[in-house]
């Protein structure tokens, strides 16, 4: 494992502190890990899931990262990234030769182009050698998301949204016939450009 690798994620987890939302006073709270694997800037990849199609899941049957809401039994919400985790997809990130890497700045949530009174914190981690996923019934995949490609643009596709009569064209990757958008896409590709700043990614030769 290089050593560049780690400290290039936790400059880039310096690099965005105090960047995030900030909750209102009894705000509702969630986590999501953001679990990388590999051992070098070039082999970085990202583990994503496809929430199952579930009647009233404001996000279902979307691209998304493992984690949800926190629980009055979470120790803290790293806690809670790591529980939704296993439960979801059967991987602990901070588990056995997992690395905590840092905690990314809260971010409100949205649905359907609407703010909610939910913020979504992401934590970082880092494992050599996850254990392959085992779905949950919230989730009806998991894959890895190459990170090098996905932030140099080569998975670059709009996304075609419409919110009443009004059609965006947002940002996403298009991977395997996966589109990967919102929330998830700009959390991911935040962290991976503040990361690419500190060292580009594909350089460490290690």
């Known amino acids: 494992m290089s050593a560049a690798v780690i400290e290039a994620m936790k400059a880039a987890v310096g690099k965005l502190d105090g960047t995030g939302d900030l909750p209102g006073a009894g705000a509702r709270r969630a986590a999501v890990a953001v679990?990388?694997?590999?051992?070098?800037?070039?082999?970085?990849?990202?583990?994503?899931?496809?929430?199952?199609?579930?009647?009233?899941?404001?996000?279902?049957?979307q691209i998304g990262l493992p984690g949800g809401h926190e629980e009055d039994f979470d120790a803290s919400l790293e806690?809670?990234?790591?529980?939704?985790?296993l439960e979801e997809v059967g991987v602990d990130p901070g588990g056995s030769g997992g690395q905590l890497i840092g905690q990314l700045p809260s971010v409100q949530a949205r649905a359907r182009g609407e703010r909610l009174d939910l913020f979504i914190t992401p934590f970082v981690f880092h494992?050599?050698?996850?254990?392959?996923?085992?779905?949950?019934?919230?989730?009806?995949?998991?894959?890895?998301?190459p990170l090098a490609p996905a932030i140099s643009g080569a998975f670059d596709e709009p996304y075609r949204y419409q919110h009443g009569e009004v059609i965006h064209r947002l940002p996403s990757w298009r991977f395997e016939g996966r589109t990967i958008w919102g929330m998830t896409h700009g959390i991911v590709n935040r962290f991976g450009r503040a990361m690419h700043q500190h060292s580009p990614l594909g350089s460490d030769p290690i």
């Open 35 to 61: 679990l990388l694997r590999g051992g070098s800037m070039g082999e970085l990849e990202v583990l994503l899931m496809r929430r199952a199609i579930r009647e009233g899941d404001r996000w279902s049957g």
């Open 79 to 85: 806690s809670t990234a790591r529980r939704e985790s």
């Open 127 to 145: 494992h050599l050698t996850p254990s392959s996923p085992s779905l949950g019934p919230e989730a009806s995949e998991a894959f890895w998301l």
